[in-house]
């Protein structure tokens, strides 16, 4: 963000991409009570952060598009037919998530040596005794 070309997001897809990243700009920054990226905010806020979030929730039942669901996994199901690279298919929004929730509940959360001192050391400041971490140990 703080090298050129400035701004959090870069347009791309032409028209469609400009208008992509105006919308989550405002969502992400405007709506959320955060702040956007504009050349007041990036000369008086150089090491701020610009990282907020709005949630949208819509109730699919709540519009007349019967077809709703269809169409949305033909376009999702003809978008994963196109990916850039055979190692790294097109995935739709959660399943990053969900295959990484998956790992994780298999091979556990992996943690760097530091944090998890950190987290002991937190845990013994308010009172829990080394019998709470047992089932917490690093994975072998």
């Known amino acids: 963000m703080q090298t050129s070309p400035l701004g959090a997001l870069l347009t791309f897809a032409q028209h469609k991409g400009y208008a992509l990243a105006t919308l989550c700009e405002v969502l992400g920054g405007a709506l959320s009570g955060g702040q956007t990226t504009h050349q007041e905010s990036l000369q008086t806020s150089v090491d701020a952060i610009f990282n907020c979030m709005t949630t949208v929730i819509l109730r ?3 519009f ?7 169409q949305t996994e033909a376009f ?3 978008c994963k037919q196109s990916p850039h690279d055979a190692d790294a298919p097109v995935l739709a929004p959660g399943e990053w998530e969900a295959a990484n929730r998956e790992a994780r509940l298999a091979q556990g959360i992996p943690l760097d040596a530091g944090s998890w001192q950190a987290i002991c050391a937190a845990a013994r400041d308010v009172g829990l005794s080394e019998s709470h971490f047992d089932r917490c140990r690093p994975l072998a």
Do not use: K, L
């Open 76 to 78: 999702i199901a003809w």
């Open 64 to 70: 007349d598009a019967p077809d709703s669901q269809a």
């Open 60 to 62: 699919p039942d709540a």
